[in-house]
């Protein structure tokens, strides 16, 4: 009663649990082909990734120069450039500019981004490049001789590429989203910023006091996996709170856009929404679910 909620005895005994818990996820994984991901299956994506580009980057052991990125590393970059921009451009036609008030469709599509694999990628290849800086691959140049080539050094290499990665996969479309949502939750919400922050410096030596070389391969790749993870759930967090905050919710209170976002992220809905036929030939061709955990 009073939630503009509806229930029904059909669907009590229903192991669909969009019929139980209402349209709005439903019509979301519909539309989008995304829900919010729960913490859980943020972790085992980014340690996923984490560890297949060390496997990746052992490439470079067959060819003559190794301490530079190898072809395979370099084609990989650019595959993953594609395909992000590609679904990036998808998912801003899957949104009806035209009907309603621009800031609301724009607020919606800030949801659907922050919440999309698009951007959970986009963020770990930027920690897959923070990485490769740390290791020294970026002494050479990574895109031609004649872009960054001669007068750039490896500083400026990486945070060539953090751009590419973070901002020219989406179309620009994520520079704004900073501007109009992440740099206002900064100040809104800036104790989830500092702690965030805490885990980036800390990873390292948290790693090491596990009795693993943060500089070995095996170092490397927890280091990246926990950074990967902090800075996408912080992103997504930050931004999603003021996307609730934009549609009203701080009437319920300070932390009720968090809370929100907690309870939303919901295991059940996530498994019914990507895996609900099992694990077939058809999550193949779920494009969140494979650039979550194959791509």
């Known amino acids: 009663p009073d939630s503009g909620m509806a229930f029904s005895y059909a669907t009590c005994g229903?192991?669909?649990?969009?019929?139980?818990?209402?349209?709005?996820?439903?019509?979301?994984?519909?539309?989008?082909?995304?829900?919010?991901?729960?913490?859980?299956?943020?972790?085992?994506?980014?340690?996923?990734?984490?560890?297949?580009?060390?496997?990746?980057?052992?490439?470079?052991?067959?060819?003559?120069?190794?301490?530079?990125?190898?072809?395979?590393?370099?084609?990989?970059?650019?595959?993953?450039?594609?395909?992000?921009?590609?679904?990036?451009?998808?998912?801003?036609?899957?949104?009806?500019?035209?009907?309603?008030?621009?800031?609301?469709?724009?607020?919606?599509?800030?949801?659907?981004?922050?919440?999309?694999?698009?951007?959970?990628?986009?963020?770990?290849?930027?920690?897959?490049?923070?990485?490769?800086?740390?290791?020294?691959?970026?002494?050479?140049?990574?895109?031609?001789?004649?872009?960054?080539?001669?007068?750039?050094?490896?500083?400026?290499?990486?945070?060539?590429?953090v751009l590419i990665f973070q901002f020219a996969s989406s179309m620009g479309v994520f520079g704004v989203i900073c501007l109009t949502h992440l740099v206002p939750a900064l100040f809104v919400y800036h104790w989830i910023f500092l702690t965030v922050a805490a885990g980036l410096v800390k990873s390292r030596s948290w790693v090491g006091l596990l009795g693993v070389d943060p500089e070995s391969r095996s170092g490397r790749a927890l280091v990246m996996g926990t950074n990967s993870f902090l800075s996408c759930m912080g992103i997504q967090v930050l931004v999603t709170c003021m996307v609730r905050v934009y549609a009203g919710e701080w009437a319920g209170g300070y932390l009720s856009p968090l809370r929100t976002d907690f309870l939303m992220r919901r295991l059940d809905v996530?498994?019914?929404?990507?895996?609900?036929?099992?694990?077939?030939?058809?999550?193949?061709?779920?494009?969140?679910?494979v650039n979550l955990f194959i791509r």
């Open 14 to 161: 229903s192991p669909d649990y969009f019929d139980i818990w209402g349209v709005v996820q439903l019509e979301m994984c519909r539309s989008f082909e995304v829900v919010e991901k729960p913490y859980p299956i943020m972790w085992l994506s980014c340690w996923a990734c984490a560890f297949v580009q060390q496997i990746i980057d052992a490439t470079r052991r067959f060819e003559e120069h190794q301490d530079r990125l190898s072809m395979g590393q370099r084609v990989y970059l650019a595959i993953q450039l594609g395909l992000l921009i590609a679904e990036t451009a998808e998912n801003i036609k899957r949104i009806s500019w035209g009907s309603g008030l621009f800031w609301m469709n724009y607020n919606l599509y800030v949801y659907v981004f922050i919440n999309s694999s698009v951007f959970v990628r986009a963020t770990m290849m930027s920690q897959v490049v923070w990485d490769w800086y740390d290791a020294k691959l970026l002494k050479h140049a990574v895109l031609h001789a004649s872009l960054d080539g001669k007068g750039w050094n490896d500083e400026m290499r990486a945070g060539l590429l």
């Open 270 to 289: 996530w498994y019914a929404c990507h895996l609900s036929r099992g694990f077939c030939l058809d999550m193949f061709w779920d494009r969140d679910f």
